[in-house]
């Protein structure tokens, strides 16, 4: 494992700790930079191939896919004025998919996120572990996308 991505857990398992209890759901104002920096990361580096670098649909390999990607900057003002954070939680996480939303087109991010969670390190990752890294990594993807929002 990188040390990019190293960092980026380290980051996480202190949010974890520090954070999580409290709350998933942070407002705007008292969002850790942090949590946003590392979402951020993990934009650039899952989201942006299909989502742009900017996220509004114009990744290097959007014209390849079936289903275009939506235009993450237009979450926000495509729901009345209010960021969509629990219809935006399940489309990253994946894990709990909505049959009624029709097929999934994109990753199941949660399921990723856990996994490399384990993988950094299995003797002191455990499934409990690898679990709220998964969702703080979620909610970090989730806490940069409302920094790109086109009010």
């Not at 949010?15 to 969002?31: C, G, R």
């Not at 509004?56 to 004025?81: E, F, M, R, Y």
């Not at 489309?91 to 029709?102: E, F, M, N, P």
Request: glycine share 8%; proline share 5%; with cysteine.
């Amino acid at each position: 494992m990188g040390c990019k991505q190293s960092s980026l857990i380290t980051v996480f398992v202190l949010a974890a700790t520090v954070v999580l209890p409290a709350s998933l759901a942070w407002s705007q104002s008292t969002v850790p930079a942090d949590i946003v920096s590392a979402g951020k990361a993990d934009f650039m580096t899952y989201c942006a191939t299909c989502h742009g670098r900017k996220g509004v649909g114009d990744g290097p390999v959007a014209n390849q896919l079936i289903t275009n990607p939506a235009d993450l900057t237009q979450l926000k003002s495509g729901n009345g004025g209010t960021f969509p954070e629990d219809r935006v939680h399940m489309a990253i996480d994946g894990r709990k998919t909505v049959l009624s939303h029709g097929t999934r087109d994109m990753p199941v991010w949660g399921n990723w996120f856990k996994f490399v969670a384990r993988a950094s390190d299995p003797t002191k990752v455990d499934d409990e572990t690898a679990e709220i890294i998964a969702a703080l990594r979620v909610q970090g993807l989730i806490e940069y996308l409302k920094t790109i929002q086109n009010d």
